[in-house]
T-cell receptor, first 116, second 112 residues
């Protein structure tokens, strides 16, 4: 029973292509996130959705477009891929209610994107 | 100054030893604090939240010092399986919500 799942796990593609990464959580959480972890291991938030509504949109190129068809899914589409997009992309979810200290984030296994 | 700073390490520690590392933060409005653990090529997982009065979970002790703006993690009787990167995370109020800020992590290697 995977709590947060992502597909694909590995993605190798050429510059200029368009690709999508899918994320699903079965925890009943109302908030989902996309993070990027680059080669320096720095985890940076890209987007956050609460009940299908975008609540955080960090400074991310317009080539990145998240889509949340329902509370349990948050997909990431990337247009015109660039070399600098190579990174590990993590999806996460949390329950955005209750004391802040209890809002644990659960992460998916990550998608390792390599742009050549 | 970065919002969250951690010594990247690696800390090379013999099995059984006690190790501690800190995480400093710059924004005094930071509300909540966490330690996450990330194994090599895996996703981060919550290790423990950090309470104002400090808290302990088995061999792990977390402390918060608001005056000096840092949190700490102490690991006693370290095990080989403790080898991982430890990420410091804090939450900042943002509009009507909050935002999580992640440190770059401290790498810990436990040697037999």
């Amino acid at each position: 029973d995977t709590a947060v799942s992502q597909t694909p796990k590995y993605l190798v593609t050429q510059m200029g292509n368009d690709k999508s990464i899918k994320c699903e959580q079965n925890l009943g959480h109302d908030t989902m996130y996309w993070y990027k972890q680059d080669s320096k291991k720095f985890l940076k938030i890209m987007f956050s959705y609460n009940n299908k509504e975008l609540i955080i949109n960090e400074t991310v190129p317009n080539r990145f477009s998240p889509k949340s068809p329902d509370k349990a899914h948050l997909n990431l589409h990337i247009n015109s891929l660039e070399l600098g997009d190579s990174a590990v992309y993590f999806c996460a979810s949390s329950q955005d209610k209750g004391p802040p200290l209890l809002r644990e984030q659960y992460f998916g296994p990550g998608t390792r994107l390599t742009v050549t | 100054r970065k919002e969250v700073e951690q010594d990247p390490g690696p800390f090379n520690v013999p099995e059984g030893a006690t190790v501690a590392f800190n995480c400093t933060y710059s924004n005094s409005a930071s509300q909540s604090f966490f330690w996450y653990r990330q194994d090599c090529r895996k996703e981060p997982k919550l290790l423990m939240s950090v309470y104002s009065s400090g808290n302990e979970d088995g061999r792990f002790t977390a402390q918060l010092n608001r005056a000096s703006q840092y949190i700490s993690l102490l690991i006693r009787d370290s095990k080989l399986s403790d080898s991982a990167t430890y990420l410091c995370v804090l939450s900042l109020p943002r509009d009507s919500n909050y935002q999580l800020i992640w440190g770059a992590g401290t790498k810990l290697i436990i040697k037999p």
